[in-house]
């Protein structure tokens, strides 16, 4: 009797050769980023105007007769004391001589500063000829150039903050206006001096910045890292986690800021993590990695 052997084979077998095992979808790469969270506070308005150093006093050192100056002690920028000697003349009948045996001595009557020097030694100097300029180093002021609608924030006994072209801020106060307008800007000139302030050379540019002293409501602020803008400035936005690995576009409006932190108004809560760092130019619901909170 013959066996007989029946072999089976699945249909799905048949289809082995030539199949193609799909691959597994990339995941969509996530974007590492900082978070932080609004705050409620407020920023004051800062009105931001030019103000230039000016020395109020000068003392012009003069020759008092005609003379050579024989010998100079002074230099442009020189601090000197009073009493302390800037010049030697000799008169003219001297230096044809040759005798500079009692030689003119000129002396600072002030404290100062040497802010021009016009005669050099050797030089000839005609009776009233300026010799040098001192500034005396307590009467620096600043004036303040101030358009007539925003005298109101700077009144006789307001206070500034000046800000140097190297970043130094001084404390400031404002004294007096010097009652008189430019025909052109129609701004006014007002006075400010600083305490502390260190040797300034006249006609420097500096801020004079203001604060408004308006209704100080509390809104809510970001660091300003955390708020982007299109390239006009004129749409902002911030990333806020929808959960813990997607973030969303936020649109939102901004109000006054400071160096690190501005005003928004938008429907955001102090509760909602908002992304930091690492955000810039992300897309509406990009997945993202959160590194530090």
């Known amino acids: 009797m ?3 052997y029946i072999l089976l084979f699945p249909a799905l077998l048949s289809a082995c050769t030539g199949s193609k095992v799909d691959k597994a979808s990339e995941a969509e790469p996530a974007t590492e980023v900082t978070l932080t969270h609004v705050v409620f506070g407020h920023i004051p308005q800062e009105i931001i105007l030019r103000a230039t150093t000016v020395y109020q006093n000068k003392t012009v050192v ?12 002074v230099r442009t920028g020189k601090r000197v ?4 000697l800037l010049y030697r003349l000799e008169s003219k009948e001297q230096h044809a001589l040759g005798q500079n045996n009692a030689p003119i001595e000129i002396r600072a009557t002030r404290p100062g500063i ?12 005609a009776e009233g000829t300026t010799l040098c300029t001192l500034a005396e180093t307590g009467s620096l002021v600043f004036e303040i150039n101030v358009p007539y609608e925003q005298r109101k924030y700077a009144q006789s006994g307001s206070r500034c903050t000046l800000e140097l072209p190297d970043g130094t801020c001084l404390r400031a106060t404002v004294l007096t206006s010097l009652a008189t307008m430019n025909e052109t800007s129609q701004s006014e ?13 006249e006609g420097m540019n500096v801020k004079a910045i203001f ?3 308006g209704k100080a409501e509390s809104v809510l602020l970001l660091p300003k890292a955390a708020v982007q803008s299109d390239e006009t400035l004129t749409e902002h936005w911030v990333m806020r986690l929808a959960d813990d690995s997607t973030a969303v576009k936020v649109p939102v ?20 993590r908002i992304v930091l760092t690492g955000g810039y130019a992300l897309a509406d619901s990009s997945k993202i990695i959160i590194s530090h909170e």
Request: cysteine-free.
């Open 211 to 213: 604060t408004s002293a």
């Open 253 to 272: 409006e901004t109000g006054n800021s400071t160096a690190d932190s501005i005003e928004i108004y938008g429907p955001l809560t102090p509760t909602d």
């Open 62 to 73: 003069a020759a008092p007769i005609p003379s050579f100056a024989s010998e100079v002690y």
């Open 114 to 125: 040497v802010i021009d020097v016009q005669t050099q030694a050797g030089s000839y100097a």
């Open 81 to 84: 004391e009073a009493g302390e």
């Open 2 to 4: 013959k066996a007989k």
């Open 189 to 201: 000139k007002i006075i400010a001096t600083a305490m502390d302030a260190p040797f300034l050379p």
